[in-house]
Every structure is written in structure tokens, then in C-alpha cells.
């Protein structure tokens, strides 16, 4: 019998629990540990994987024997020091969820990490494997004759409670452009092929959170958004986010236009969230609307059911893993979302809070935060 692939779990709340369910989809693999300091969520992840031993400490679960890999899904603002802790200790291939790092402070102590780490990164960009985004990024260029003008829309539901209230403050999670919108930024770079070079935001707390208090303290993150991105080669990026939308039959909606057609990719939001009454979830589409002969051609880019029980994100979670485990397994060279590409998306996001902080566009360059290697010429 083939020697299955042994993950230690660092974090184990709401993100670490969709990465349990669809890491047990896949042959070959086994939790062998996990560290969840919450007696609750510790609890919930353990009926998940009752084989894996429960640990007190990063540490702990590093002591490990026989690990093969790692998957950091803890609260965005301890990423980098657990990563720096697993590089003093067992340097192991790294699944690491987004953001990657929150403070712009942290850019020295990154990149002192990738320059020493001995094994792979790989960041958790989950929208890059939603069906009907993959079908759309692998079309989308050659539908649009060059894409000139890229929007992504996500209308959906709040920030939904997590242990102790953390995604409710900018502190903790970026703010809500870094800790919500990397996704979009990372998409944004991966369609245009391009690096950005100026971000233009307007954003608000219109709607969310405004009675909610921890401790004392008001929750401080935007629910609402525009952004828009200039990249190098000309092309340009919109961003609208609204997070007090979720009675919109789709959640992401991201469209391409070029000098040939205009292309769209209509994704649903998490099936758990569909009324009952409404019937059968809506199926992701992708639409290619030419410019001449006009006569758009709709397809259904249906996600098995499996899949979409297993998780929040339309089985992405599940053929990201996939491709992870090619890489631990040496059938992959490299990671396929980079440490670089998860920079990048933070960057991205921390100029979009600081236009609307600062009410003025942004220049990535003044910024200083684009690894060095990324910026754009």
C-alpha cells in the first residue's frame, strides 16, 4: 500500500475545516496533526479527522514524526510568525491561506523568509480554481482578442463571526481590501498578465457592524467598495465590492472585454446560503458575447455536488489541494500561486485602503511594498 501523504493543520476554524473535508477527498492523504488553541473549533476539527492528534503549539505539531507537508489556516495577522517559527524548526512544503502577511511593516521579515526557506510556498488562492474561473482565465484572452478592460463584482453576506471577533478589526485582518480582496487582485494580475502600477479607491462601513461592540470597540472594516487598477501594458481593473448583497443570484460576476467579444464568468455563492423555496442552486455559467455575429453562447459550468458539500468555494478548495499534493509529491517543479503572487495581492490591497484612507490614487511604486522582482517597468 502506497505511504499516504501525511498534512499538519495549523488553525482549524471555519477555512481550516473546508481545507479538513476536501483534504479527505482526495487519496492518498491523511491529517496526521493539528493545532487549534480553541477548544470549540479544536473539537469540531477533530470529528473531521479523529485520526489526527490534537497538538498544543506549533511546536508541538512540528515535533510530529512523519509529516509531509503543512496547511497554515489560522487568523491572517499570525501567518508570517508561524511561518517564520516552521523555518527555525522543519522547513516543510507550505499551503499558506491568504493574506499572507497584513502589515506593511512585515515586507523586511518576508522577504528574509523566501530567500532562506528551503522548501515550497504555496499561497491559498482558492478563487483561481473555481470551474467557472478556470474555464474563464483559460479563454478569456484568446474571446476578447487582448482583454482592454477586466471587472469583478462580488455582491454577497457579511463577514461572518469568527473565534473572538478578529476579522472585525483592520489590525487583525489588513483591513477588509487585503483580507477580502486579495482574491480579486491576485485574478486581476493572473488574467492581464501585467503588473499593476496605480490604484485608484473609494470604499465606506455603510451597512455592517455598526452594532456590534468587543470589549468596548467598534468594528472598523469597509463592507462596500470601488477600485480601480491602472496596469503597465494600458489595461485596466475595476473592483466592486458589496458585502450586504448575498439576495443576488450570483455572488462573483467577473467580466473581460476586448476589441473581438466580451466574456463573463457568473459564479454562485456558497450552496448552504441557497432559500430552500427558491429551488435548485443557480449553476455557474460562462458567457462569450462576441462583438460580430452578436449572439452571446451560454455555458453551464456545473461543479460536482461532493465538491460543493465540502466547502464555501465551488470545490476549489479540493483541485487546489490537488495541485498542491502534485507538488509535495515531486510530479510539480513549483507552486503554481507563488509567494511573489501572494505579495503582490496584499500590496495591491494595502494601497486600496490607503487611497480611501488618504482619498487620492495611489502609485504602487511609491507604496514600496511590490516585490522587487514584480514591479512593473
Known sequence: MTTPTNYGIIGCGMMGQEHLRNIA????????????????????????????????????????????????????????????????????????????????AETARLAAFR???????????????????????????????????????????PFLHKVGGWNRFNRFTGG????????????MRLTLGDEPVRVMASGSQAVNHQDENYEGVAPD?????????????????LLELCMFAEGARYQEEVTAVGPRARIDALVPGPGRFWPEHLGEPPVP??????REPKGPEIREIP????????????????????????????????????????????????????SIREGRAVSMEETGLMPARLRAA
Not at 487549534?36 to 473549533?41: F, G, L, N, R, V
Not at 526557506?117 to 499561497?123: E, F, I, M, R, S
Request: with cysteine.
Open 303 to 354: 461543479v460536482d455536488p461532493a465538491l460543493l458539500e465540502a466547502g464555501d468555494h465551488n470545490g476549489s478548495t479540493f483541485y487546489q489541494h490537488a495541485r498542491f499534493l502534485e507538488l509535495v509529491r515531486g510530479q510539480r517543479a513549483r507552486a503554481e500561486v507563488t509567494l511573489e503572487d501572494g505579495w503582490a495581492a496584499v500590496a495591491m490591497g494595502i494601497a486600496a485602503q490607503m
Open 176 to 187: 477588509t481590501f487585503v483580507e477580502k480582496c486579495c482574491h480579486f487582485f491576485d485574478l
Open 25 to 104: 477527498l482526495l487519496p492518498g492523504t491523511r491529517v496526521a496533526a493539528i493545532f487549534e488553541p480553541d477548544a470549540e473549533m479544536a473539537m469540531q476539527a477533530q470529528a473531521l479527522a479523529p485520526e489526527a492528534r490534537l497538538c498544543d503549539s506549533v511546536a508541538d505539531l512540528m515535533a510530529t514524526e512523519g509529516l509531509d507537508c503543512l496547511l497554515i489556516a489560522s487568523p491572517n495577522f499570525r501567518h508570517l510568525e508561524q511561518m517564520e517559527e516552521i523555518a527555525r524548526t522543519r522547513p516543510l512544503p507550505v499551503l499558506v491561506e491568504k493574506p499572507l502577511f497584513t502589515d506593511p
Open 115 to 157: 530567500d532562506s526557506y528551503p522548501a515550497p510556498v504555496w499561497v491559498a488562492m482558492e478563487y483561481r480554481y473555481m470551474p467557472p474561473i478556470a474555464a474563464f482565465l483559460k479563454e478569456a484572452q484568446a474571446a476578447t482578442g487582448g482583454i482592454k478592460m477586466l471587472t469583478i463584482r462580488e455582491h454577497r453576506f
Open 285 to 290: 455559467q460562462l458567457i462569450i458575447s462576441p
Open 221 to 237: 472594516v469597509l463592507d462596500n467598495g470601488y477600485v480601480i487598477v491602472d496596469f503597465a501594458r494600458g489595461g485596466r481593473a
